[in-house]
């Protein structure tokens, strides 16, 4: 089983932004990463650190595997879990008919979560779970490298 921790913030909102995944098998750690944008909201980082662990995932691992994904983003969990096929067959609309905010992504990480067996499991943040405590720490990290 592979785990996925991530996590993504910004400094205000919009404002500087950092994202950070960890990846583990068998509780060892295999790969970490963390990335910063000048200008994006705490949703699209949240998200591209999902899109990130991912596309790293894709590229190291051959073959099916079994995915823990752990975020502390509900936005992303719900979204993955509940909202995605209703917007899906609703044109990339919300209930409210208004287009889904950060459409770009969802639909890259769609097609990346295709590749995979996901099971998307929401933590609560800043709560002392080490692994999503990690990722907040190297969000931090990559916003102030801005």
Not at 19 to 28: C, F, N, R, T
Not at 48 to 77: H, R
Request: include cysteine; glycine fraction near 8%.
């Amino acid at each position: 089983m592979i785990s996925i921790y991530t996590d993504g913030g910004c400094s205000g909102n919009p404002g500087p932004g950092g994202w950070a995944y960890l990846i583990m098998k068998d509780s060892v750690l295999l790969a970490e990463k963390w990335g910063a944008e000048l200008l994006t909201t705490n949703n699209r980082m949240e998200l591209t650190a999902v899109i990130e662990s991912l596309e790293a995932l894709k590229s190291t691992v051959e073959g099916e595997c079994q995915v823990e994904l752990f975020t502390d983003s509900q936005y992303v969990q719900k979204g993955m879990t509940i909202w995605m096929r209703d917007w899906k067959n609703r044109g990339w609309k919300t209930s409210d008919k208004k287009p889904v905010k950060n459409q770009d992504l969802w639909v890259k990480l769609d097609a990346l979560a295709s590749g995979f067996s996901i099971k998307w499991t929401w933590v609560k943040g800043h709560a002392g779970n080490e692994c999503n405590e990690r990722c907040d720490s190297l969000t931090q990290k990559a916003i102030a490298s801005l």
